[in-house]
């Protein structure tokens, strides 16, 4: 068996469009999205997604904001740029940009955005509202990665409802909400969620229909971890150091041999990733159609 790519580039490319349009309405009605980001340091991965939250927003329509820190920032450094983006009234959402550099305390800087602003759905009340299962007539905002997983799968058609899923990694961005949404009214699946304590890995893994790595070990997951034909996501991601050439190479939490057993593979780079970025646009196009309709 070859898995089937679940291809994030192509499938965050079509939210893309659909998202265009929508932004054109909005528009229309005197309503400009716009997505701060706060980016504090200069934590080489962190400088490239934020660059392309910026692409994406100009790819698109939106507005964007960007506020970059020093690595030498403060604590009240970083609670004056939060406090000025809660005050920014052209951005209508943002982020703050994980993770901050050590000595920041981030559960104390996500509480300080204000949860109509919150882009990426990690403000307490936004997580609050997704253990509530609250939607609809509340703009919540769901984290942008287990949103993005939740999207690919139900445009490729993988069954979902009833499944036995298994999380590797119970991180805030992806492993525990992800968890949550999962187990959600509509989706129902059951979650086991995994992390450095699980005690035999290989097993929980092995019955799942759905596994996703997002834990940051270069090829954790190994191919006789996984039932034949199920749907694998590699969301984890390293910067390793290439031997003979000195380059920065990423490496997934996923052995690439594992495709000769999943029946969908969701690769890494080009899978999770850029429907992470995708979910985002969608989160601060969403609180803008909210916007309108108070
Ligand atoms: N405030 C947040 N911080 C972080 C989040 C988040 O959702 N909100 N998630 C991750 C980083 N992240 C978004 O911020 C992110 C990670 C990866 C990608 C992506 O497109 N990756 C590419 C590879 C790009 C590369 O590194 O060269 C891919 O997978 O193809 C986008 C966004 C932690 N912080």
């Given at each position: 068996m070859t898995a089937i790519t679940l291809d994030g580039v192509a499938t965050a490319s079509a939210v893309k469009s659909e998202l265009a349009s929508r932004i054109a309405l909005l528009r229309a009605h005197g309503v400009v999205p716009g997505l701060g980001t706060l980016l504090v340091g200069d934590d080489p991965g962190s400088k490239s997604y934020v660059a392309g939250k910026h692409r994406d927003c100009a790819e698109v329509g939106i507005e964007s904001i960007r506020v970059d820190l020093p690595a030498?920032?403060?604590?009240?450094?970083?609670?004056?740029?939060?406090?000025?983006?809660?005050?920014?009234?052209?951005?209508?959402?943002?982020?703050?940009?994980?993770?901050?550099?050590?000595?920041?305390?981030?559960?104390?800087?996500?509480?300080?955005?204000?949860?109509?602003?919150?882009?990426?759905?990690?403000?307490?009340?936004?997580?609050?509202?997704?253990?509530?299962?609250?939607?609809g007539e509340l703009h919540s905002p769901l984290p942008c990665t287990p949103a993005g997983i939740v999207e690919m799968l139900r445009r490729y058609d993988v069954p979902i409802r009833g499944r036995h899923v298994t999380v590797i990694g119970r991180g805030l961005t992806v492993g525990r909400p992800l968890g949550l949404l999962f187990t959600r009214k509509g989706l129902d699946a059951t979650v086991t969620l995994t992390h450095s304590r699980t005690i035999d890995l290989a097993a929980e893994v092995r019955?799942?229909?759905?596994?996703?790595?997002?834990?940051?070990?270069?090829?954790?997951?190994?191919?006789?971890?996984?039932?034949?034909?199920?749907?694998?996501?590699?969301?984890?991601?390293?910067?390793?150091?290439?031997e003979e050439t000195g380059k920065a190479r990423l490496t997934g939490d996923v052995d690439p041999d594992v495709a000769s057993v999943a029946g969908h593979l969701s690769p890494n780079p080009g899978g999770v990733g850029p429907m992470t970025r995708a979910m985002l646009l969608a989160n601060v196009v969403k609180s803008a159609e909210f916007k309108l309709a108070r």
């Open positions: 030498s920032a403060t604590t009240a450094d970083v609670r004056a740029a939060i406090r000025d983006l809660n005050a920014a009234s052209e951005v209508t959402g943002y982020i703050v940009q994980l993770p901050l550099p050590a000595g920041h305390d981030e559960n104390a800087m996500l509480e300080l955005i204000d949860p109509d602003k919150d882009a990426d759905g990690l403000h307490p009340t936004n997580l609050g509202r997704l253990v509530l299962g609250i939607e019955r799942a229909d759905i596994v996703v790595a997002a834990v940051g070990v270069p090829h954790l997951v190994k191919p006789e971890w996984i039932r034949p034909g199920a749907a694998v996501l590699d969301v984890g991601i390293t910067r390793v150091q290439d």
